[in-house]
């Protein structure tokens, strides 16, 4: 199995920054798609943004030009570098990564527990 550890959530003002990372760990073969989710109040379970194994990026409407995914595959890490922050964007940020403990086995799915992130405004 694959344990996710989210950091790098807090509080900041309308047009700040922050940085979520999510690390890794655990037996597996390779870690493939990992992305960000984000869930507001009362809200479903987003796509914020994903990071395929070969680097291949993609993004929701709302952050684009704002939100940068990547991934340091000898660290097991993605990270969301997220800039001109807005109110709506306050959520819980879910990272996610689809990996396989083995080469012959299927992918499977790990979440992390989340981390909070709010903008004030």
């Known amino acids: 199995q694959v344990r996710l550890v989210e950091s790098g959530g807090g509080l900041v003002q309308a047009g700040g920054s922050l940085r979520l990372s999510c690390v890794a760990s655990?037996?597996?073969?390779?870690?493939?798609?990992m992305a960000w989710y984000r869930q507001g109040l009362g809200n479903q379970r987003d796509l914020v943004a994903k990071?395929?194994?070969?680097?291949?990026?993609n993004y929701a409407d709302s952050v684009k030009g704002r939100f940068t995914i990547s991934r340091d595959d000898a660290k097991n890490t993605v990270y969301l570098q997220m800039s001109s922050l807005k109110p709506e964007d306050t959520a819980v940020y879910y990272c996610?990564?689809?990996?396989?403990?083995?080469?012959?086995?299927?992918?499977?799915?790990?979440w992390g527990q989340g981390t909070q992130v709010t903008v004030a405004s």
């Open positions: 990071i395929t194994g070969s680097g291949s990026t």
């Open positions: 996610n990564v689809k990996f396989q403990s083995r080469s012959w086995e299927p992918s499977q799915n790990s």
């Open positions: 655990g037996r597996f073969f390779s870690l493939n798609d």
